[in-house]
């Protein structure tokens, strides 16, 4: 793919590439819109270094693409930008964001299309990097038969796990989101299989015995970590991630306890998954 008004470097093979030639403070014109978009869709994940954003400019930047997310454990009375989720871990944290391989918020019924993460401090010694993982890879590398087995299920991803019981968040009135949704997963955009299980929220595989569902969805998480469909990503001050939510998954290293990281993250909104054969 060629581009005109941005640089296009990849970081591998499979995933991830760093954009140059933006300034995203500023209000994205027709064709650089387009090629990022699209660079976002070649690549699953693009980086951007060296941008001053304030909240604001942050939060337009994300409504380019779509409709903002709300986080399913945020209030409207937490401060003045709601649809920004604050992450943050310093020496009195538990437990981190994204410290597990998952899709964002994929127990919702129509999980988000992508997440534009916006980190301010980092740890020293080059700790708090992330890593992604390209979903399509891990579907196209399995066998045929595993690949017309996964087609044919669907999963349950729960947010009761993650968001009640290892954060202690109480639930809103209806509860943490919990939702059905298929396997795999057929893009809306590219039109691509993507694997779509995932050790944060996926609980367990419809129409299947426990230790059956448990057995499989163990495979799918082990080969969803395979390095060949990785990207590695240091953190500098003032760096962006923005990732597409229904092709790859990430996981946050935490390794730089007891020093502090924070960042800022919008989310975009997105529809509900489906599988086209």
């Known amino acids: ?34 090629e990022v978009h699209d660079a976002l869709m070649e690549n699953l994940v693009i980086f951007f270094r060296d941008q001053e954003l304030t909240h604001d400019q ?21 401060w003045d930008h709601p649809e920004i989720l604050v992450i943050k871990a310093d020496e009195n944290s538990k437990h981190v964001s994204g410290e597990e391989w998952h899709s964002d918020v994929s127990c919702d019924p129509e999980p988000p299309m992508g997440s534009i993460l916006y980190m301010k401090e980092l740890p020293p010694d080059n700790g708090g990097n992330t890593l992604f993982a390209n979903m399509y890879r891990a579907y196209e590398t399995l066998s045929p038969p595993i690949q017309r087995l996964c087609e044919s299920l669907t999963a349950i991803h729960d947010g009761a796990q993650v968001y009640g019981e290892r954060f202690g968040q109480k639930p809103g009135p209806n509860g943490f989101p919990r939702n059905e949704h298929p ?23 419809v129409g299947l015995k426990k230790h059956e569902s448990d057995a499989l969805l163990a495979m799918l998480y082990r080969h969803c970590e395979t390095p060949e469909f990785q990207c590695r990503f240091a953190w500098r001050p003032n760096s962006i991630a923005f990732w597409d939510n229904r092709s790859a998954q990430h996981h946050a290293m935490w390794d730089y306890y007891p020093h502090k990281r924070l960042g800022y993250r919008v989310t975009v909104k997105g529809d509900k998954p489906f599988f086209r054969a």
Do not use: C, W
């Not at 008004?5 to 994205?28: H, N, Q, S, W, Y």
């Open 1 to 34: 793919m060629t581009y005109q008004t941005i640089e296009v470097r990849k970081l591998t093979p499979v995933i991830g590439a760093e954009i140059f030639g933006v300034d995203l403070a500023r209000p994205l014109g027709n064709q650089q819109f387009q």
């Open 183 to 205: 396997v795999v997963r057929t893009h809306p955009v590219t039109g691509r299989k993507a694997l779509y299980v995932n050790g944060n929220f996926t609980t367990r595989i």
């Open 58 to 78: 942050h939060k337009d930047f994300g409504r380019r693409f779509g409709e903002l997310h709300m986080h399913p454990t945020s209030t409207k009375k937490d």
